[in-house]
């Protein structure tokens, strides 16, 4: 699903093969999601990472974030400048949700580092067992 959390290279629209995955479909198409979302689409200014996430009641709820050079140790960094962005824009708890399993680690990480107050597997954080600290 294109909102999965997504800790892993951004491909390019030319890069993504017909019929690839739809994960990427958000990722390729960063302007034109610009244009029609309601949420925010957020992309680091060196373009080496972006993500996506919208309001839900009181909280932000991050659905989309991958980095371009993983393993690297870029993906705190860059998701403390996209909460920071986000947290500009409204002073609310952020959550990512719809964690898919492999990046669990990072986001523990994320949630024990302060950064996030939450994250879940699920699409809104009532919808599973909560991870936060």
Same mark, same amino acid.
């Given at each position: 699903?294109?909102?999965?959390?997504?800790?892993?290279?951004?491909? #390019?629209?030319?890069?993504?093969?017909?019929? #690839? %995955?739809?994960? &990427?479909?958000?990722?390729?198409?960063?302007? #034109? $999601?610009?244009?029609?979302?309601?949420?925010?689409?957020?992309?680091?200014?060196?373009?080496?990472?972006?993500?996506?996430?919208?309001?839900?009641?009181?909280? *932000?709820?991050?659905?989309?974030?991958?980095?371009?050079?993983?393993?690297?140790?870029?993906? $705190?960094?860059?998701?403390?400048?996209?909460?920071?962005?986000?947290?500009?824009?409204?002073?609310?708890?952020?959550?990512?949700?719809?964690?898919? %399993?492999?990046?669990?680690?990072? *986001?523990?990480?994320?949630?024990?580092?302060?950064?996030?107050?939450?994250?879940?597997?699920?699409?809104?954080?009532? %919808?599973?067992?909560?991870? &936060?600290?």
């Amino acid at each position: 699903m294109w909102f999965s959390i997504l800790k892993k290279p951004i491909l #390019s629209e030319k890069e993504i093969p017909k019929g #690839s %995955d739809t994960r &990427y479909s958000l990722a390729g198409n960063m302007a #034109s $999601q610009m244009k029609n979302s309601a949420g925010i689409v957020w992309e680091s200014e060196d373009e080496e990472a972006r993500g996506y996430a919208f309001e839900y009641g009181d909280e *932000w709820l991050i659905t989309v974030f991958e980095v371009l050079d993983r393993g690297k140790g870029k993906g $705190q960094p860059y998701l403390q400048e996209f909460v920071k962005d986000m947290k500009a824009s409204k002073n609310y708890p952020v959550w990512a949700v719809t964690v898919i %399993d492999e990046s669990k680690p990072f *986001w523990k990480k994320m949630v024990d580092s302060n950064i996030i107050y939450g994250y879940t597997q699920h699409h809104f954080p009532e %919808d599973d067992e909560l991870n &936060y600290t």
